[in-house]
């Protein structure tokens, strides 16, 4: 037996007076809880008790320490993910940068895609990472100015390396957006201390 409308409502309410923050967990906690309501409603209980058994196990504090849990997995993952993207990229910008400079074959390929893993896989993801986590407008543009500059300065070297048009560009503005990354993020910072 699926659960009216009416039903699901009230199910969705109670998991928000919870204080859950996490939308995406909301969502699947939303779909568990039914389900194990519908399980117990199709043995014969009412909806009434079966929700009264279901929240007992799932009271708000439980389901706090469940978001909790989630965020620091989430966390840990994707601090896995983003430190093995880097050493990958960081180990090819090198072994590029070092056959450039012995002039041997594979330099510029070898040298384009370490840039690209650490720029748009180690910068970009980092970034996302930070911009989820963050709840002010200001913070999330603060990060993409600092990716940004990160990553014009990395091209900024490697045009350079490689003799490309645009080097001279790259390596100007890219330390200049970094420096307005950690002007602003120290700004920032400062101003949620004091509050």
Do not use: W
Request: aromatic share 8%; net charge negative.
């Amino acid at each position: 037996m699926l659960l009216s409308d009416e039903q699901m409502e009230y199910v969705e309410a109670m998991i928000q007076r919870s204080g859950l923050k996490n939308d995406q967990l909301r969502v699947d906690l939303i779909d568990h809880i039914a389900c194990e309501i519908e399980e117990h409603v199709q043995e014969g209980e009412d909806f009434d008790r079966a929700v009264g058994k279901i929240f007992k196990a799932y009271s708000p504090r439980h389901i706090r320490r469940i978001e909790h849990e989630v965020e620091i997995l989430t966390t840990e993952i994707m601090q896995k993910r983003t430190k093995i993207i880097g050493i990958i990229g960081l180990f090819m910008t090198t072994t590029g940068a070092t056959l450039k400079l012995f002039h041997l074959a594979g330099a510029y390929m070898t040298m384009v895609v370490g840039v690209a893993i650490l720029g748009i896989g180690f910068f970009g993801s980092n970034t996302l990472d930070m911009i989820r986590n963050l709840d002010s407008v200001k913070g999330k543009i603060v990060q993409v100015i600092g990716a940004l500059g990160a990553l014009m300065t990395l091209s900024g070297g490697m045009f350079k390396l490689l003799h490309l048009p645009g080097a001279l560009v790259l390596l100007m503005t890219g330390p200049f957006l970094l420096l307005l990354y950690f002007s602003f993020s120290t700004f920032l910072r400062t101003k949620s201390v004091e509050e």
